[in-house]
DNA sequence: GTTGTAATTGTTATATCATAACAAAAGTTT
DNA sequence: AAACTTTTGTTATGATATAACAATTACAAC
């Protein structure tokens, strides 16, 4: 079983993501803790050390491969730790999760108001964060046309990411 | 015998009935037999019982509850019993899984190729499905442009069914 | 109707995901 | 420091799902 451990950073294409993953990590943390102050939130080691473990993998983690990351660097390795900081990062809106993998990948939009969509490419298994208001406005309507006020919603696309669908261009991760 | 295709079925609670639910059951396993002898697929007893379980507790179902259920009636009580029948239910398209319910739902559209979107009450916990055609349109054409080939999608609404918004008019479970 | 084959089901065990309950420690306020 | 709140440690269990292999059943070919 060939696994990828937090060293690998890649985001799996030239094209489609062509920044420097560091800083995508390094703002999200910046982020985090602006947000933690701002609402009275205790971003504490373990929480903090998670988000980061997360964003990392830059790919949606399972709680348990959280866990056992966590455990490697001296942190308690009971499930309730990692479910823990789960709630925390899931509930101040730094991370979510990603229902149809049962696992957790950081926001990138933290920041600011936004509805989430993911696209899940089947292949490699990277996942995107999309941002679909329009799409959003409309879903409001329609489900108000039933009569339903809708509050949230998960909305988790599958198929093949650009790199995927060019196996020439791209190698796979 | 046609199938009631229709949307926004009275999904409410044992006791508000607006429609007769037997009929809805009877005519999504009229639908189901008459798909797997199209497809050469064998709705055998377990199969049959369980689509019809699920169908008679009209809101997503989990595994075992289902399992439990089944027991009862003299199959067999290990989890593969359950497992089984729920994946020919779903690959056949006969039953659709709620991801972030963790439980499945008779599919209201087996008979004509259509796309889920699930309402889902926060209060009464009832299930819509829906088939938004034109949202389904917008989706793939955003996605697409992100470069993503899109393939299948999950979305799972949460909020207010209509009935819940007005405690006056309806009762909850 | 027996035989061969594939599909289905039975059975045991285990993997994976998540939470309950209560004790201990650390942070915060006074 | 005392009182209080939040966070973390610890043990146990609940909930969801699959692997692996044996036994049985359905069904077609003979």
Partial sequence: MKKNTSDNHDHHGEQSVSHNHNDCIDSALATAEILCVEQGQRLTK???????LIWESHRPL?????????????????????YRALDFLLNAGLIHKVESMNAYLGCSHADKDHQGYFLICDDCHNVMESDYQDIHSA??????????????K???????????????EGGRT
């Fill in 46 to 52: 373990v929480r903090r050390r998670a988000l980061e």
């Fill in 62 to 82: 399972g709680a348990y491969q959280l866990l056992a990351k966590l455990a490697e660097e001296g942190f308690n390795s009971a499930p309730p730790t990692v």
């Fill in 139 to 152: 879903l409001i309507a329609k489900a108000a046309q039933q009569g339903f006020e809708l509050r949230a």
């Fill in 154 to 168: 998960t909305i988790e696309l599958t198929g093949l990411c650009a790199d995927c669908k060019m196996p020439s």
